[in-house]
């Protein structure tokens, strides 16, 4: 499952 590297992805995006 790749759910943990869409999650960073989203946090990366909202964090930046």
């Given at each position: 499952?790749?759910?943990?590297?869409?999650?960073?992805k989203?946090?990366?995006?909202?964090?930046?």
């Open positions: 499952v790749i759910i943990i590297d869409e999650i960073l989203f946090f990366s995006r909202n964090f930046r």
